[in-house]
């Protein structure tokens, strides 16, 4: 059960979700992929997406101002 | 009648904050068609049209306003429709994604924003503006689907409506078997809805359609009779830098202006508002995705609101066309920049060196 780390920061929509599907099918099920991402348009995509995909939101916060991290943990 | 143009304003600033805090990207509504095979946003774009449309042909059988029919300049509305797609995919947004997110400090969508307006004064005032009218003057007479059938554009209202409220159903039907995830919440009350909440799409949807009614008859009273535009407006802060003229600045500008400040104060109030340098390329592609745009709204005769979400509305040839355009032009920028994009930190670290931030559990 490792985490993984993802920067995305500086990125504009959509290249962190986009990221971050290409991490994701790289790690095995049950680890964790954290995503630090700058981009407010990923607020929604990407808890959207991991809702979507199965996965599971562990984590979901804001470190400052636009800037967010959120944990993926791979379903 | 001068002073009027403040409600264009006060409109702008409204719909600002509502495009910034319900993230509504237009951009993005197409490029998910392609990324994500999901039409969730380009759903909510249609919300905007249909609910407009039905306000827009109310006040107009109510004659506040005039729909007075319209030629389809077919050539310029397709060619512009695919440049301004692909270049919305660069710029990273659209017109009005441009708009807002410039309000947001990124950087990039400045370098957009200024290389949309020089392009959209260019190609609609200045020196290439006789391309625009060479192109344009490709037309047929016949520009709507209520003028090509005879029939009450109240049939194609109804279809609109219950196409998109098919779809919404569809959408929501989905929704509810999932799981939503959230920032946990830090305000409360309204300022947790107005400057923290995630709105949901389809609600960000139906207050943009209100106030895209609203903006008829505001601009009407002032003599600009139509409904929201952005680059007409932008073309036009383009050439009023350059001139003076006072003319220039109409109840667009206005609006425009608007859009600049009610999403700096979305932003601000929520926390969201930071200066963000690009990197090289994402530069380039703001200002060569700025430009296109600039140049594709013009041959189109309109952006993605003005012709895409306005002209829709209405069911001019010319809206729809161009909807259908930008997003084939939003297709084939997002299979050579998006899909082939292969990020440095695909390689999780794991794999080479794991990180590990805290004990799971």
């Known amino acids: 059960m490792a985490r993984h780390l993802l920067e995305t920061d500086g990125q504009v929509c959509p290249f962190p979700l986009v990221e971050a599907k290409q991490a994701m099918a790289q790690i095995p099920s049950g680890d964790e992929l954290v995503i630090d991402f700058d981009c407010t348009q990923a607020t929604d995509s990407l808890p959207r997406w991991a809702a979507e995909d199965g996965h599971e939101v562990t984590e979901f916060t804001k470190r400052g101002a636009a800037e967010w991290t959120i944990v993926v943990r791979k379903g | ?361």
Not at chain 2, 90 to 113: I, N, Q
Not at chain 2, 115 to 138: D, M, N, Q
Request: glycine share 14%; aromatic share 10%; proline share 4%.
């Open chain 2, 1 to 361: 009648m001068a002073a009027m143009i403040i409600t264009g304003l006060l409109l702008g600033t409204v719909l600002g904050f509502v495009f910034q805090r319900g993230r509504f990207c237009v951009t993005g509504a197409f490029r998910d068609l392609f990324t994500l095979r999901s039409s969730r946003w380009l759903t909510a774009f249609m919300v905007v049209v249909a609910v407009q449309s039905v306000g827009v042909f109310a006040l107009d059988a109510a004659g506040v306003i005039t729909l007075a029919p319209e030629t389809f300049p077919w050539l310029g509305t397709i060619l512009g429709g695919l440049i301004f797609g692909f270049s919305i995919v660069l710029a990273g947004g659209c017109a009005t994604g441009t708009y807002y997110r410039a309000a947001e400090g990124l950087v990039g969508s400045w370098f957009a924003l200024i290389f949309y307006i020089v392009g959209a004064a260019a190609f609609r005032k200045g020196p290439l503006a006789g391309t625009t009218e060479a192109v344009r003057s490709v037309e047929t007479q016949t520009g709507s689907f209520q003028q090509l059938t005879g029939l009450s554009p109240w049939v194609f209202v109804a279809v609109l409506v219950a196409a998109v409220g098919v779809a919404v159903r569809h959408h929501l039907r989905r929704e509810s078997r999932m799981t939503r995830f959230r920032l946990p919440a830090t305000k409360t009350g309204l300022a947790h809805v107005l400057t923290e909440k995630a709105w949901h799409p389809f609600v960000t949807a139906a207050i943009i359609g209100v106030l895209a009614i609203l903006a008829w008859p505001l601009s009407w009273a002032t003599g600009r009779e139509s409904g929201l535009g952005i680059t007409g407006p932008s073309a036009n802060i383009g050439a009023y830098i350059g001139t003076g003229d006072p003319e220039l600045v109409d109840w667009g500008v206005m609006l425009v202006l608007g859009l600049l400040v009610g999403s700096f104060i979305a932003a601000k109030a929520s926390g969201e508002f930071r200066i963000r340098i690009p990197d090289a390329t994402t530069t380039v592609r703001s200002i060569i995705g700025g430009l296109g745009m600039g140049w594709g709204a013009a041959w189109a005769g309109g952006c993605t609101i003005g012709n895409a979400m306005v002209n829709t509305a209405t069911f001019t040839f010319q809206g729809w066309a161009s909807l259908v355009f930008m997003i084939l032009g939003t297709g084939l920028a997002t299979k050579i920049f998006i899909l082939n994009h292969r990020g440095k930190g695909a390689t999780p670290a794991a794999t080479a060196s794991p990180v590990t931030l805290t004990p799971v559990g």
